[in-house]
Each structure stands twice: as structure tokens, then as C-alpha cells.
């Protein structure tokens, strides 16, 4: 991931100007990293962007999906 790239998720994320310069500062010193870019937005009271807990979406059920009868694609005839 380019620096452009990570400037760009926080500007769609609505991180502000001054907060982005400031992360990339840091992260010019330390190296790019994700947790650590999103360390640093918690502390600034921003949400994470760049890392994603997959144990949230461990709770899908199928149960909320209905199954569908397909028709047949050729006629049949009853007697």
C-alpha cells in the first residue's frame, strides 16, 4: 500500500487534514503498518479503518434466507 493510498482511505473515512499529515509523520519514521495507523486513529477518536475483526462477522445464520422452488423449464402435463 502506497502513502497516496493510505492518505486516501482516511480522507474517505472523513479523518481530518491536519490528523492525516500527522499519522503520516509518524509513520514515515516507524514504516507503514496497518494496526499501528490504526492505533493512532483510536487515540484520536476515530474508528478503525485499515484492519477488520473477522470474530464480528462469525454470527451469520442462514436462517434468514428463504429457499426458492425453481420451476421446471419444460411442461408437464397432468392426467
Keep these: 500500500m502506497n502513502v497516496s493510498d493510505v492518505v486516501f482511505e482516511m480522507e474517505l473515512a472523513g479523518v481530518d ?3 492525516i499529515a500527522s499519522i503520516v509523520a509518524l509513520c514515515e519514521s516507524k514504516g507503514f503498518n496497518s494496526d499501528f495507523i490504526d492505533e493512532e486513529l483510536l487515540k484520536r477518536g476515530y474508528p478503525k479503518i485499515f484492519t477488520i475483526n473477522y470474530d464480528e462477522y462469525d454470527d451469520f445464520e442462514d436462517d434468514e434466507y ?3 422452488e425453481k420451476f421446471p423449464h419444460k411442461h408437464q402435463y397432468d392426467d
Excluded: D, L, Q
Design 17 to 19: 487534514t491536519a490528523v
Design 66 to 68: 428463504y429457499s426458492i
